[in-house]
């Protein structure tokens, strides 16, 4: 008879193409993740995963097996959190996935409330500013900043996103203030390696303009560009939830180049044909009253606007 552990712990190793990092997502250790593996194998008489040194890969009959595997955890964890539904009580794992900065600084502690009001969801939470996929990465929802171009995802809005052109005081002494996209581009830009070459898109008469800058610092996370741009190593274009306080406090000033960069907003975002469950909508809900509109960030941006220049 197979046990729903072990089909549980089979999607999750061929998810995380880990034994280790299964081990680490699900709480237990790597000992107790083989033991289900081979457990499961031997019940269905095949080998669902092809071990080495290094990595973990799914087999032909695996990968037969998984794609009904996660449909009949989904469905049991589906029915677990519909149960709890109908008692009024949100409970239950939630994994969510979000970029490092924006987790770090507005939606923590949004979340640290919701999980207050609700303590029996048992949230997991990662941080990691690559483009993740909420179906093969095991999550039930992502948060993300930028375009949502995804087909696959059903993305809810919680909040506009404005990015700004930011430069060091020092900065701007010694290299001068650009005032149009073409005074831009012979400038240092510190840019976001996530974007490539167009990080830096305006709109312009209706269209995308991009520029190119010259390249000074080539960066993976807005906490650093930030750093960057206040030692005065460039320009950067950044959202204003990154550089709200450093405009209040004057290390950083607007640079005004006579153009807005394209809007742009932060989503949550589940896949395309599966039914959220109700914690994920109130938590969707209550975020986007956090954060406000205009956000609340913006606010606090707009009061930097003094230092613009």
């Known amino acids: 008879m197979m046990k729903l552990e072990g089909i549980a712990t089979f999607v999750s190793v061929a998810e995380c193409g880990s034994l280790t990092e299964a081990a680490r997502r699900m709480r237990v250790s790597r000992s107790v993740v083989s033991d289900r593996l081979v457990e499961l194998e031997r019940s269905l008489g095949t080998r669902l995963l092809q071990r ?36 009024g009580s949100l409970s239950g794992p939630l994994r969510i996935s979000a970029p490092v900065t924006f987790g770090r600084m507005h939606l923590g502690p949004a979340l640290y409330a919701f999980l207050a009001l609700h303590p029996d969801i048992r949230l997991t939470l990662d941080l990691n500013d690559r483009r993740v996929d909420p179906t093969s990465d095991g999550f039930d929802a992502i948060v993300r900043h930028g375009p949502m171009s995804d087909s696959y995802l059903v993305a809810w809005p919680l909040a506009t996103s404005r990015r700004v052109m930011v430069a060091a005081p020092d900065y701007l002494a010694r290299h001068g203030t650009p005032a149009s996209p073409t005074e831009l581009e012979g400038h240092r830009g510190i840019f976001y390696s996530n974007r490539g070459s167009d990080d830096w898109r305006f709109l312009h008469q209706g269209q995308t303009l ?28 950044l959202p204003s939830f990154i550089v709200s306080e450093a405009l209040q406090a004057g290390t950083l000033r607007i640079v005004d180049i006579g153009i807005e960069a394209d809007q742009e907003h932060i989503y949550i975002a589940h896949p395309d044909g599966r039914n959220p469950s109700a914690k994920l909508r109130e938590l969707a809900a209550w975020l986007k009253e956090s954060f406000g509109s205009p956000p609340y960030w913006d606010k606090a941006a707009a009061a930097g606007n003094g230092d613009r220049t």
């Open 210 to 237: 991009v520029v190119q800058g010259r390249q000074g610092v080539v960066l993976n996370n807005g906490d650093m560009m930030r750093d960057a741009a206040v030692a005065g190593l460039g320009i950067a274009l």
């Open 52 to 87: 080495s040194t290094r990595k973990v890969s799914v087999t032909e009959d695996g990968a037969a097996f998984l794609e009904r595997a996660v449909r009949i955890v989904r469905e049991v964890q589906d029915a677990a959190a519909e149960l709890t539904e109908r008692r």
